[in-house]
């Protein structure tokens, strides 16, 4: 039962560090692609902008 217990503890802890490494990989996409809107002529991007304000 130990041994169940270890191994659901470091899989708890690899999907964890999966979806933080994830997001901020996502959060980072989006923040090129607004400074490249911004200097563009296209668009801007709004830095508030899915805060819900």
């Known amino acids: 039962m130990v041994e169940y217990s270890i191994l659901v503890g470091i ?3 690899a999907a964890i ?3 933080v490494a994830i ?3 996502v959060s980072g996409r989006f923040t090129g692609l607004c400074s490249v ?3 563009s002529g ?3 991007c709004n830095a508030a ?3 819900g304000t």
């Open 23 to 25: 997001g901020l990989w």
């Open 17 to 19: 560090l999966a979806i």
């Open 37 to 39: 809107m911004n200097n």
């Open 42 to 44: 296209i668009g801007t």
């Open 11 to 13: 899989i708890a802890g």
């Open 49 to 51: 902008a899915g805060t």
